[in-house]
Nanobody, 123 residues
Framework: VQLQASGGGLVQAGGSLRLSCAASGRTFSSYSMGWFRQAPGKEREFVAAITWSGGGTLYADSVKGRFTISRDNAKNTAYLQMNSLKPEDTALYYC?????????????????WGQGTQVTVSS
């Protein structure tokens, strides 16, 4: 499966952005999807994940209550709605596809990865 992330940009603190991850290739609906981020000089960290059906979601503590992951299997697209953005949310955001939600929550070599989309939050 090939993944294409988009929707990043520059936003003021307190603002919102919605990231999209468009998938092509093998059956999108069979994969759990995840979002990660990586700030300069830091390791890639888990942000959110969703099961293949959309019935289950998981979030990092740092984004709970502010970010929402969702998916539209008919459009082969996953989303990350980011509200109440903070300067510490600034990072390159990546989407990933994996066989299970447990796998896609990790930086797992078996995951498929998209290219990053930059999110910059100004104070």
């Amino acid at each position: 499966v090939q993944l294409q992330a988009s929707g990043g940009g520059l936003v003021q603190a307190g603002g919102s952005l919605r990231l999209s991850c468009a998938a092509s290739g093998r059956t999108f609906s069979s994969y759990s999807m995840g979002w990660f981020r990586q700030a300069p000089g830091k390791e890639r960290e888990f942000v959110a994940a969703i099961t293949w059906s959309g019935g289950g979601t998981l979030y990092a503590d740092s984004v709970k209550g502010r970010f929402t992951i969702s998916r539209d299997n008919a459009k082969n697209t996953a989303y990350l709605q980011m509200n109440s953005l903070k300067p510490e949310d600034t990072a390159l955001y990546y989407c990933a596809a994996g066989s299970t939600i447990a796998q896609v929550m990790r930086v797992d070599p078996r995951n498929y990865w998209g290219q990053g989309t930059q999110v910059t939050v100004s104070s």
